[in-house]
């Protein structure tokens, strides 16, 4: 994991909710309603303009606002704890099921208060089981008006709660996991050889709940797997399978007085080194003291300004390990929160990332964002913006900034930073372009004229360090080659960064450009010091390109600062800026774009893959833009944006975490959070930020209508309600479908089966790699993913398997058709509904025909009318082990997401070589390879049908049933 990558959901400190002693949990709307009332009956209930947006994945309510001075429930009164949940409680019960709860699924946990009014939170439990990330919150003002209700539900649920899977197996299935894909930094892997399962809870999982796509709910234990030094990983576990179903680097887990103890190594009693009580600083050293300096700084602007007592709002203690165990170096250079504790490796001791990590317990315990995709980039920016915050107003001579630090125009970079590079193919003049480019964070900074030479390609030694001989982790073989040149590498994960650097140097290289293994370039980091050349990283495609021209004649490039004007002298709004061992900032506030990431949605930079957990550091840019844009002002992306200053922009982002975020919030949750938490805050008294020991803040400007408006104008800036329509996502199987014959034919349909009772039609078979293979047979099942119902069919492709001889799943498995005899004279068709998702290139499903007893064969593309297999599977010189590699195959996933969807697919089989008279026998084939997998291939509903002219049909009615046009 790169640096920060490691807390998922922890919690802040905001507008002073105290969790109301001695409160009882409570189930509500246990009586269903008559009917679900929509939105115009809602709209027509509320006294003021109402405001909503709909969750996109399940259509149901995700944010309902009314105007200020207005009331969602008016016919309910009262500014009483009691008055505030009786109207709370009514307004959930009659609009479950628009908020996508079933009857007396939501039940309220608790209620906070604030000098602003009460919160009522509700999570979702489906027969006493807990919903992985559903929350509700219901926010009512002082008078006790209901002002705004927001959040998820898993709707639709229905499902067994027993499950088939006891939980210590489950965590067994877990820590084998972890285990056998170890979590890291990026060309780094953890030690995970002492993690353990530490807790295991049932709940119901709702696949794509993180991604905000539709998906399918299952039983499932989350298991807690960590080691306490690095490695702290939630993995969901199918309750019913025992398969992987998602997994993600996770955290789990008025008179005030900081509660701070540090640690050294280890969080042993032996490695107590101080803790509050003790004098200060006794023999601390400096980095030891500064650490306990920004626990306390933490603590204290939350203290002070929100009334909220430590991360968990009830004075919990912060407990900090200064320089981390990590004997191995799978670990360090980096920073993380625990669910306990932070853990600081050595030289990461810079103010804000300290405070970062802390901001992620904060977030745990409010909103609990998970850390994946859109929450997940808000939970990273949640971290940045508290960090970055305290640097500015803390005047600390460590290193802090203080507030002497001047605001930078907008989209200027900052002269601390490595600022926007490029890499410019000169030559040969048929691969010329501009490539994406990102700076290392070590070496020299890459000035206006930047570095123009020949690419030389790496030579070490091959496999003698587990990787190959283009990836310079190894003394270069052609350093004669390379020496005067720039040198070209290719990232691998457990080869260094500045161990490639260093090599490339040693053999005399100008500079080396390091190829990703994706399409990601991200600014690389080391521990390696002395590094005296450039280092760079592009994308894995321009990589390609560079590499196929290097054997046939000389590639020139140029590295170089490409906006080299706009530089300004600040550090303002740049993030770990004073951690030694990163060797610069990582993360630019104010322009995002200065280190690789996306200022706005829009941006070329925004990430569109499932690297780095669907994007959370990449895509935190957006909204750490937001913050900063919204504190200094001014014009970007044509939207005007009026500085409202660090006292108001802090107290909005804190309400909005506190009342308004949940786990599976999302940008445009985001914007309607901070609208909402402004109304809330006009013309309520606020404080200004302070970090001093018990020294609450003084008042601050109260936060103004026109304030709101700056608000509304910077989530249009940055596109917080935008989709990230460059991803251009798309489903695998296209949907609806043509006619199977159309219009001036008549349809016979000569074989069927919907799967209502099993595989009684069909005879199974499977194919091992070897004899210790293990396969997954076809089977019936009532589990569909996606929006279809009724029993269907499906053959697995598991996450399971490590391509050992003895613990390998490389096979396949088939399902066969009786022979079926085809009319004469008629057109023979085949059709059928299914569902894809596999580990792409690798495993996959296809479709085979045998006409008159032959040879199985694969149906070709070509005679697919509609929805065709979408690619060849990798064939076995690839390294691939699937029996089936190299078939022609559907594989993969609908675009963007790990999951797939439902459509329909047509032969026309007389194109398969089946003609009329003839018998066929239709075979579905699923297959994996040794190891690593998805979900399956899920198949309904197949047809044989036969086609017959009505008298009078044209040709071009012929044409249009085979697929032709």
């Known amino acids: 994991m790169k640096f920060l990558m490691q807390g998922l959901s922890l919690a802040l400190l905001g507008a002073g909710l105290a969790a109301v002693p001695g409160l009882q949990t409570a189930a509500v709307g246990e009586t269903a309603p008559t009917a679900a009332p929509g939105t115009a009956q809602l709209r027509s209930a509320a006294d003021g303009r109402v405001t909503i947006t709909k969750d996109p994945a399940t259509g149901r309510i995700a944010f309902v606002r009314v105007s200020r001075g207005g009331d969602l429930l008016p016919r309910l009164g009262g500014s009483s704890q009691a008055g505030a949940i009786a109207k709370a409680d009514a307004f959930v019960t009659t609009n479950a099921a628009a908020l996508g709860a079933g009857p007396g699924e939501l039940v309220r946990s608790r209620v906070t208060t604030s000098p602003y009014g009460r919160t009522v939170v509700y999570t979702q439990q489906y027969h006493g089981v807990p919903v992985f990330g559903a929350m509700v919150k219901a926010n009512l003002d002082g008078q006790g008006d209901l002002t705004s209700v927001n959040g998820y539900a898993a709707p639709d649920l229905d499902l067994a709660v027993t499950p088939a899977v006891p939980a210590s197996t489950a965590a067994s299935y877990a820590v084998a996991n972890v285990k056998a894909d170890p979590p890291g930094l990026r060309g780094r892997t953890a030690d995970v050889s002492t993690v353990r399962a530490t807790a295991s809870k049932l709940l119901v999982y709702r696949t794509g709940s993180t991604k905000g796509v539709p998906g399918k709910a299952v039983l499932a234990w989350q298991v807690s797997v960590g080691n306490g030094a690095g490695v702290n990983e939630s993995v969901l576990v199918d309750a019913a399978t025992g398969k992987l179903v998602n997994r993600y680097t996770a955290s789990e887990a008025a008179d005030f007085a900081t509660d701070r103890e540090l640690y050294e190594k280890q969080s042993k009693p032996a490695n107590l080194v101080w803790k509050d009580g003790d004098a200060f600083p006794g023999s601390l050293t400096t980095e030891q003291q500064n650490l306990m300096y920004d626990a306390g700084n933490t603590y204290w602007l939350f203290a002070n300004t929100f009334d909220y007592d430590s991360f968990d709002g009830a004075g919990a203690k912060m407990v900090t390990v200064a320089n981390l165990d990590d004997p191995d170096g799978t670990f360090c250079p980096n920073a993380q929160w625990t669910g306990t504790e932070i853990n600081m490796c050595p030289g990461s001791e810079a103010d804000d990332i300290v405070s970062h990590e802390w901001g992620h317990a904060y977030t745990q315990y409010t909103s609990g964002l998970v850390y994946q995709y859109q929450s997940g980039a808000l939970n990273e920016s949640y971290s940045d913006v508290w960090g970055e915050t305290i640097d500015l107003i803390n005047n600390r001579e460590d290193g802090g900034e203080g507030n002497i630090s001047a605001a930078r125009p907008v989209g200027a970079c900052s002269t601390s930073t490595r600022g926007e590079v490029g890499v410019k193919i000169n030559a040969p003049a048929s691969i010329a372009k501009e490539c994406d480019a990102a700076a290392a964070s070590f070496g020299p900074t890459i000035d206006k004229t930047g570095i123009t030479g020949d690419v030389v390609r790496a030579k070490d030694v091959a496999e003698s360090d587990g990787g190959t001989t283009n990836d310079g982790c190894s003394p270069y073989t052609n350093a004669a080659a390379v020496n005067g040149h720039i040198a070209l590498a290719y990232e691998r994960p457990g080869c260094d960064y500045g161990t490639q650097a260093r090599n490339a140097q040693d053999a005399g290289a100008t500079a080396i450009i390091v190829g990703s293994y994706d399409e990601n370039v991200i600014p690389m980091s080391t521990q390696e010091q002395g590094i005296t050349i450039p280092a760079v990283m592009i994308k894995r495609s321009d990589r390609a390109t560079i590499a196929s021209k290097l054997g046939s004649g000389p590639v020139n490039v140029t590295i170089r600062d490409i906006d080299p004007a706009q530089r300004t002298a600040s550090t303002r709004w ?247 005899r085809l009319p004469s004279g008629a057109a023979p068709r085949l059709s059928f509904q299914h569902y894809l998702a596999t580990e792409a290139g690798y495993d996959g499903g296809n479709v085979k025909i045998s006409v008159n007893g032959g040879k199985f064969k694969v149906v070709p593309n070509g005679a697919y009318a509609f929805n065709k297999p979408n690619s060849a599977l990798l064939a076995a010189d690839q390294g691939n082990s699937n029996p089936m590699a190299g078939q022609k195959a559907f594989n993969g996933t609908d675009g963007g997401t790990a999951t797939g969807s439902w459509g329909t697919s047509i032969v026309n089989l007389a194109k398969a070589g089946a003609k009329p008279g003839d018998k066929v026998k239709i075979r579905f084939d699923m297959g994996r390879d040794c190891a690593a997998g998805l979900d399956g291939w899920y198949v309904d509903n197949v047809k044989v049908q036969v086609c017959k002219k009505k008298a009078g049909a044209t040709v071009a009615d012929r044409r249009r049933t085979s697929g032709r046009r």
């Open 574 to 820: 740049l993030v770990g800026e004073q951690g030694k061992v990163f060797g610069g900032a990582l993360r630019d506030m104010w322009t995002p774009t200065c280190y690789g990431n996306a200022g706005k949605v829009s941006d070329a930079e925004y990430y569109c893959g499932t690297g780095d957990s669907g994007g959370v550091h990449l895509n935190s840019g957006v909204p750490n833009h937001a913050y900063a844009l919204l504190v200094d002002g001014g014009t970007y992306n044509g939207v005007t944006v009026p500085g409202i200053g660090l006292d108001k922009a802090a107290n909005l982002w804190w309400l909005t975490q506190l009342d308004h975020l949940t786990p599976t919030s999302d940008f445009a949750d985001m914007a309607d959070g901070l609208d909402a938490a402004c109304a809330t805050l006009t013309g309520q008294p606020i404080r200004q930020l302070s970090v001093k020991r018990v020294t609450p803040g003084a008042a601050a400007a109260p936060i103004t209508t026109a304030d709101c408006a700056a608000v509304k104008a910077v989530a249009a800036a940055v596109q917080l309600r935008k989709k990230p329509t460059q991803c251009n996502y798309k489903p695998l199987l296209k949907k609806g479908s043509p006619s199977v014959c159309g219009k001036q034919f008549t349809t016979k349909t000569v074989f069927k089966d919907g799967f209502r009772h099993g595989l009684q039609k069909w005879t199974k078979s499977k194919v091992l790699s070897t004899g210790k293979a293990r396969s997954f047979p076809w089977k019936g099942t009532k589990n569909t993913p996606g929006k279809h119902r009724g029993r269907v069919v499906m053959s697995a492709d598991p996450d399971a398997g490590t391509c050992a001889r003895n613990d390998n799943v490389a096979s396949s498995n088939a399902i066969t058709s009786r022979a079926i």
